[in-house]
Structures are given as structure tokens and as C-alpha cells.
């Protein structure tokens, strides 16, 4: 039902993927500008004029936060098919695990092109905490499915 425990757990994994999309990813500090990294772009400090630096890795770092919220609310309505919501969650921590190596490439990708150094941004720990939810989430129906199963069994 949509009242249990795992709609919190997956409601946090949507507000989650949320933030990590208006939070900063990290900064990378040149020679003689410092860059704050974003979803849609990369800042400059000092002046907040806009640079562009787009591949592959890019897309994924804008891309999949979104396709994480729309799979996170798409699972929270399938609580009549429990094992179809679990296989969604083990989706869901998969583009946790992509998302988070998308976006240390990204970021290493950066520093190369910028030739600076990396500090990681606070958004870096909202995929991580995620995952974590998405495991509760995932225990969670797998105790209803045992519940309703050993229900079943008794009649």
C-alpha cells in the first residue's frame, strides 16, 4: 500500500535526486580562477560568468537525476507488484552507482582540461545517501511480499 514505509524511503531518494541538481558538484581551482561545477554549467567565482564544457559525461550528470526521480515515483505507485518494485529499485541504485562514477569522471575530466584541483561539492553525498534509502526501501518490500506470501500459505 502507499502509506508504508517505503514510500518515505523513496520519496527521500526523489528529494535527494532534487537537490543533487541545484547543488554545486565541486569546485576546481586554477592558477587564476576558481570554478564552481553545476548540473547545467560551470560558474567562475569571481566574475559568476558562465563556461560550457560538454561530452558524454556531461549528459549523464544532467540526465540521469531525472530519470532517477521519474523511477523513483513510477515505483512508489507499482505497490500492487511488489517484485516489479523491487527490480525498479535495484534499477534505481544502478543509475545511483552510474550517476556517481559519471561524476567523478566528469569532474576528472575537468581538472584535466582546466588544469587545477578538485573539491568535491556537498552534492556528491546526496546519491550516496540515496542509495542507502533505496536499500531500506528495497528491505522493506521484500518484508511485505514475505508477509503477504506467508499469509497465503495459511489460508
Do not use: C, W
Amino acid at each position: 500500500m502507499i502509506q508504508r514505509i517505503q514510500t518515505i524511503y523513496l520519496f527521500l531518494v526523489f528529494i535527494f535526486a532534487l537537490l543533487f541538481i541545484f547543488f554545486p558538484k565541486g569546485t576546481i581551482e586554477t592558477a587564476s580562477l576558481s570554478y564552481i561545477v553545476k548540473s547545467f554549467a560551470i560558474e567562475i567565482a569571481e566574475t559568476g560568468e558562465s563556461y560550457s564544457y560538454s561530452n558524454f559525461l556531461s549528459l549523464l550528470v544532467i540526465i540521469l537525476p531525472f530519470v532517477i526521480m521519474i523511477m523513483s515515483v513510477y515505483s512508489t505507485f507499482q505497490y500492487k507488484n511488489r517484485p516489479l518494485q523491487i527490480k525498479l529499485g535495484k534499477m534505481n541504485v544502478f543509475m545511483h552507482v552510474l550517476l556517481v562514477v559519471s561524476v567523478f569522471f566528469y569532474l576528472d575530466a575537468l581538472k584535466t582540461h582546466l588544469q587545477g584541483t578538485i573539491s568535491y561539492g556537498i552534492a556528491i553525498i546526496f546519491p550516496l545517501a540515496a542509495m542507502l534509502f533505496l536499500l531500506l526501501a528495497n528491505r522493506a518490500i521484500r518484508k511485505d511480499e514475505q508477509l503477504v506470501r506467508s499469509a497465503d500459505r495459511l489460508r
